[in-house]
Each structure stands twice: as structure tokens, then as C-alpha cells.
């Protein structure tokens, strides 16, 4: 048999017709077996699990960096659900309709981040912050400056 796409294989394997287990089925199409069983069992895609990774224009992620280094170094040390309400605030600017960011765009935000650690858990290092802070908002107002001139953005709009 031909190699099939995951999705066709899926629908040979919930048609009432069929009568061959999963591994054989998979073997024979050329599909991966457990790929198929997680998709059986209604797992998302890698896709579907990363979508909202990068929720905010470049631009908001430093803004949101800067005041969670701000808010290290005045010791009002966020958690990780705080980082995510706070960037949920910055999204619904735009679009009052969205959800909560996962703890999957926590950890790839701080992945992203020049400037933040993670210790463990999708956890911020903050003494890593409060070192940083001083060329991070240094590196905001560069970047405030630049997008003013070149996008005539204002703080206001930000």
C-alpha cells in the first residue's frame, strides 16, 4: 500500500469496516505507529500544542521583559502564572477574546528571552534578572526610542 497521510490512516482505523489492529495497520501504510495511537487517542498535534509559542510581537516580549526585570529588581517577584496573566493583558489590547497563555508559551518565552533564565519548571531566575536588569532597560529605551522614530510609536500606544 501506499504511504498515506496520518489523517487518512486515522479514518481507516474508525471505519466500522475495519478489522486490523493498529501496529498492522500502521505497517502497512507506512505510518508511524505511535503517532497514530496519539492521534487515536486525541492527542494534539505538535503543531496544535505550540500554537500560541509566540503569542506576542517580538516588541511586546521586550516591553513584558523589561517590567518583569523591574518588578525583580524592586523585589515583587512574579510567578509564572502572573508572567502569563500579564502577558495576556498585552494580547487582549488587540484581541479582547483570548485565552490565558500556556504554561507551553511561559517556557518558550523565557527560552526566547536574552535577558531571563528559566531554573526549573518554566521557573525565572531572578537573581539572573536583577543582574541583567540595568542592559535590559537600557536595551528598552534604545528600542522605545528606535520604534518611535521609525514606527512613530509612542509609549501610549505600546
Avoid at 503543531?47 to 510581537?57: F, G, I, V, Y
Avoid at 537600557?138 to 514606527?151: D, N, P, R
Amino acid at each position: 500500500m501506499a504511504q498515506l497521510k496520518l489523517e487518512d490512516v486515522v479514518q481507516i482505523m474508525q471505519s466500522p469496516k475495519n478489522t486490523l489492529s493498529s501496529w498492522k495497520v500502521a505497517k502497512a501504510t507506512g505510518v508511524s505507529y505511535r503517532s497514530l495511537q496519539r492521534r487515536l487517542l486525541g492527542n494534539p498535534t505538535a503543531t496544535e500544542r505550540n500554537s500560541n509559542a509566540q503569542l506576542l510581537a517580538p516588541v511586546q516580549e521586550s516591553v513584558l521583559e523589561a517590567y518583569i526585570s523591574y518588578l525583580a529588581q524592586t523585589q515583587k517577584i512574579p510567578s509564572g502564572y502572573r508572567v502569563q496573566e500579564l502577558a495576556l493583558k498585552i494580547c487582549q489590547v488587540a484581541d479582547p477574546a483570548t485565552a490565558l497563555p500556556s504554561t507551553t508559551w511561559l517556557s518558550a518565552f523565557i527560552n526566547r528571552s536574552q535577558f531571563l533564565e528559566r531554573k526549573r519548571h518554566g521557573k525565572l531566575d531572578f537573581p539572573r534578572v536583577r543582574e541583567s536588569g540595568e542592559r535590559l532597560i537600557g536595551l528598552f529605551f534604545e528600542l522605545l526610542a528606535y520604534y518611535e522614530e521609525t514606527f512613530h510609536v509612542t509609549l501610549n500606544n505600546i
